[in-house]
């Protein structure tokens, strides 16, 4: 029986653990898409309504055209179904609680 409690216990720290680094992978996700967007944003604006040298706006062409790159794979990653190894974690401690139980 003191081994059951253990193995639950066991399994509560598992499972708060997966969901404190759950919530900070989605946290850095996240910030990376707002700096993606951000930068892509002000790309578009030096491009369209600031007053930039003929060189730097071929830059700035060369730029933008990486970032649309970019912005596909973040509009990917937010709105593809994914395998997640978080969620797959968390089914399998889910299921070994239960058998616990």
Excluded: C
Aim: proline share 2%.
């Amino acid at each position: 029986m003191n081994d059951a409690i253990e193995d639950m216990d066991l399994n509560h720290i598992k499972l708060t653990q997966l969901e404190t680094r759950k919530k900070r992978n989605w946290m850095a996700r996240y910030s990376i898409t707002l700096v993606i967007v951000g930068t892509f944003l002000i790309l578009i604006a030096l491009l369209f309504f600031q007053l930039v040298p003929e060189e730097a706006r071929d830059l700035l062409n060369i730029l933008v055209g990486a970032y649309v790159a970019v912005l596909a794979k973040t509009t990917d990653y937010w709105f593809k179904e994914k395998e997640d190894p978080e969620v797959a974690e968390g089914i399998e401690l889910h299921k070994n609680g239960d058998a616990l139980a």
